[in-house]
């Protein structure tokens, strides 16, 4: 097993960026996690972000494998990270030094999500009183040039980027609050151009998209995507969806994911009627963090 080392705020987000590259980099599709998703998650500060989390490093200093602490509000996520060729024992490894630590640091019960068919991880979990407790996400992707056209924008309505709204509030502050353009500003895979809003006849929010391109493994992530309820029905999100797949792939994206809540019934015609195609669902198991 590497060496064990922790980190902590913008240091850990730097290691566990490049731990999910490498990981995205060895296999396509394999693991749950890009780098934008924890990048995304440091737009709301959380007691998480000053925990000591664990990775293991090899003799050349790059990340092999982590397990990360997430507080969601509602429940700590403790994330196993893996190299895809990573073996039976060291997922067990991992996944027990996590759990011991999550204990160290008062956290009596976790959750962790995992692909429905990864069998080395569910048995290593059930083996440790996990259990199954809801499903998780229906993960899916798109070949850049598989995307289809840009859908029209309903009338009264404009699609606008952050880099040309720059002088108002964020369009995503009511969902994540005032720090949340400042902390996506401390990462490095976040891009105004990239973030996308459609505003109303009178400069309100109706809907928006946020697309990361990730320039070292040439993949793309759509994540949020939201319509507002007084504007649903109007084809806005299907635009904001069509014009992020157009920019990410402009940018140099050749593989795009997003994700979706299985009984999201809405979600999920539009990402399929726009191409993406299924590759994993994942199960939320909950279990103890001591034996």
């Known amino acids: 097993m590497p060496r064990e080392e922790r980190r902590v705020g913008l240091e850990y987000l730097d290691a566990v960026t ?29 007691p998480t972000d000053n ?18 602490a997430t507080d969601w509000g509602d429940g700590i996520a403790l994330d196993p990270i893996l190299m895809p060729d990573a073996t039976e024992d060291v997922a067990a490894r991992v996944i027990d030094r996590g759990l011991a630590h999550a204990a160290d640091c ?14 080395v991880l569910m048995e290593v979990l059930t ?4 259990a ?13 040039g598989d995307r289809p056209k840009i859908s029209l924008l309903a009338d009264g309505y ?11 509030p964020h369009h995503m502050v009511p969902r994540s609050g005032s720090d949340e353009e400042k902390r996506l500003r401390q990462t490095s895979l976040y891009r105004p151009d990239l973030d996308l809003v459609v505003l109303d006849s009178e400069g309100a929010t109706a809907g928006y998209g946020l697309f990361w391109f990730d320039p070292t493994t040439a993949t793309g992530l759509v994540e949020p995507m939201r319509t507002e309820e007084d504007h649903q029905q109007r084809g806005l999100a299907r635009h904001i969806l069509t014009a992020g797949l157009d920019r990410l792939a402009e940018a140099g994206a050749e593989r795009i994911k997003i994700c979706y ?10 990402y399929l009627s726009t191409g993406f195609e299924p590759v994993k669902q994942t199960v939320i198991l909950s279990g103890s963090t001591r034996s």
């Open 106 to 119: 008062g956290f009596a019960r976790v959750e962790q999500e995992v692909d429905a068919d990864d069998r």
């Open 132 to 144: 199954v407790e809801k499903d998780g996400l229906v993960e899916t992707w798109i070949v850049s």
């Open 51 to 68: 925990l000591e989390h664990l990775f293991w490093f090899d003799e050349a200093g790059r990340p092999e494998a982590a397990v990360i």
């Open 18 to 46: 490049t731990l999910c590259q490498r990981a995205r980099i060895a296999h396509p599709t394999k693991g749950l996690f890009e780098a934008a998703d924890f990048q995304w998650w440091w737009r709301k500060e959380r």
């Open 261 to 270: 809540e299985p009984d999201n019934q809405a979600a999920k015609h539009l």
């Open 127 to 130: 083996d440790r009183g996990f």
């Open 158 to 168: 404009r699609l606008r980027s952050r880099a040309e709204t720059k002088t108002g």
